[in-house]
T-cell receptor, first 111, second 115 residues
Framework: DGGITQSPKYLFRKEGQNVTLSCEQNLNHDAMYWYRQDPGQGLRLIYYSQIVNDFQKGDIAEGYSVSREKKESFPLTVTSAQKNPTAFYLC??????????FGQGTRLTVV | AQSVTQPDIHITVSEGASLELRCNYSYGATPYLFWYVQSPGQGLQLLLKYFSGDTLVQGIKGFEAEFKRSQSSFNLRKPSVHWSDAAEYFCAVGALRGSQGNLIFGKGTKLSVKP
């Protein structure tokens, strides 16, 4: 089955630690995206990549980093510089000028 | 600046009643508009989208939306709501031509359905 897989589903981070969220797609999509969702805030774009080895900052990139070494993979690292990382993170992918498909999300909690 | 406003944070309707969820957008050019639905703790599923042409768009699960340029609106409707429609609904505008995943979302409307 084609789709987007995010792992883990739940993630706990201690203060001051970096954590990496995984996003893999087998849809052969060129573009991939990371969104952050907070209650009552909708979704906000963190980073996006339209092609391998290239990515662009979204609206709230501070405290986050990404890489795009393979077409299928777009991992997101939440660094210690992100002061309020507790949120629901959603990954998505799309082909050129077609709708985006979303993964099931990773819930990150700072403990 | 581009933006999307969903005026209703929470709506409750009775099963079988009609539904209208409001969405207003601010965008300089002809917008690409989307409605997504999200069940608790899940990802988003596309209900429908508008790019051009007929201003009344049909989607999945019996939903439709009407684009009204004069009102900068893209309201979502369903004639008869089912209990399984209870979820959160997001309106979004495409922020980058050709890149339909580069979206500006509204804050969402949570729909509850009374039996």
């Amino acid at each position: 089955d084609g789709g987007i897989t995010q792992s883990p589903k739940y993630l706990f981070r201690k203060e001051g630690q970096n954590v990496t969220l995984s996003c893999e797609q087998n849809l052969n999509h060129d573009a991939m995206y990371w969104y952050r969702q907070d209650p009552g805030q909708g979704l906000r774009l963190i980073y996006y990549s339209q092609i391998v080895n290239d990515f662009q900052k979204g609206d709230i990139a501070e405290g986050y980093s990404v890489s795009r070494e393979k077409k299928e993979s777009f991992p997101l690292t939440v660094t210690s510089a992100q002061k309020n990382p507790t949120a629901f993170y959603l990954c998505a992918s799309s082909a050129w000028n077609t709708e985006a498909f979303f993964g099931q999300g990773t819930r990150l909690t700072v403990v | 600046a581009q933006s999307v406003t969903q005026p209703d944070i929470h709506i409750t309707v009775s099963e079988g009643a009609s539904l209208e969820l409001r969405c207003n957008y601010s965008y300089g050019a002809t917008p690409y508009l989307f409605w997504y639905v999200q069940s608790p703790g899940q990802g988003l599923q596309l209900l429908l989208k508008y790019f051009s042409g007929d201003t009344l768009v049909q989607g999945i699960k019996g939903f439709e939306a009407e684009f009204k340029r004069s009102q900068s609106s893209f309201n979502l409707r369903k004639p008869s709501v089912h209990w399984s429609d209870a979820a959160e609904y997001f309106c979004a505008v495409g922020a980058l031509r050709g890149s339909q995943g580069n979206l500006i979302f509204g804050k969402g409307t949570k729909l509850s359905v009374k039996p």
